[in-house]
């Protein structure tokens, strides 16, 4: 009954690969987003999906891409990794009002690019 | 620019006593402040929201306050316990949608 889920947990590749993370969440949630947590710790916002449409894209390589197959899932595709897109990847979700509605998050995708 | 500051010095504190966190933000006036907790290898949990016409917020052992006029939200756990550690992290609307996050503070409660 996980409300946020994402896969994998752990994703260990090499420059230039290409490579997707999955989320899924199952609270009926009409937005979603992506977080990244670099090694300092600090979670900053990457992208934002409300009702299958983009709303924020925050500044990111456009080796960065997310997609929204439907409401419950928004997946992120990394194209020619890079060292320094090594951080924790969280997916998230709130219902509509964002500055009153918690985000609830996945439990992170580990990426490590070496 | 806008910026939300947390204390970046990890806090220990004693079993029992009172933790006392500390977010504050600049060149922004939110409605609403959130807090979170996030444990290690997890994602952040949810812990409280306060409204800016809301002075102080209580949920079990938590009280936050939020101090619009010093841009400033205080976060406390009383009568602490060593699985209260953790980190905790303040949030809220800077710009556009995105729900933007501090840094965190480290919280660790010793027996």
């Known amino acids: 009954d996980t409300a946020v889920s994402q896969t994998p947990k752990y994703l260990v590749t090499q420059m230039g690969n290409d490579k997707s993370i999955k989320c899924e969440q199952n609270l009926g949630h009409d937005t979603m987003y992506w977080y990244k947590q670099d090694s300092k710790k600090f979670l900053k916002i990457m992208f934002s999906?409300?009702?299958?449409?983009?709303?924020i894209n925050e500044t990111v390589p456009n080796r960065f891409s997310p997609k929204s197959p439907d409401k419950a899932h928004l997946n992120l595709h990394i194209n020619s990794l890079e060292l320094g897109d090594s951080a924790v990847y969280f997916c998230a979700s709130s219902p509509p009002g964002l500055s009153n509605s918690p985000l609830h998050f996945g439990n992170g995708t580990r990426l490590t690019v070496t | 620019s806008q910026k939300i500051e947390q204390n970046s010095e990890a806090l220990n504190i004693q079993e029992g006593k009172t933790a006392t966190l500390t977010c504050n933000y600049t060149?922004?006036?939110?409605?609403?402040l959130q807090w979170y907790r996030q444990d290690p290898g997890r994602g952040p949990v949810f812990l409280l929201l306060i409204r800016e016409n809301e002075k102080e917020k209580r949920k079990e052992r938590l009280k936050v306050t939020f101090d619009t006029t010093l841009k400033q939200s205080l976060f406390h756990i009383t009568a602490s316990q060593p699985a209260d550690s953790a980190t905790y992290l303040c949030a809220l609307v800077v710009s556009g949608y995105a729900l933007n996050f501090g840094k965190g503070t480290s919280l660790l409660v010793t027996p």
């Open positions: 999906y409300n009702n299958k449409e983009l709303i």
């Open positions: 060149n922004y006036s939110p409605a609403y």
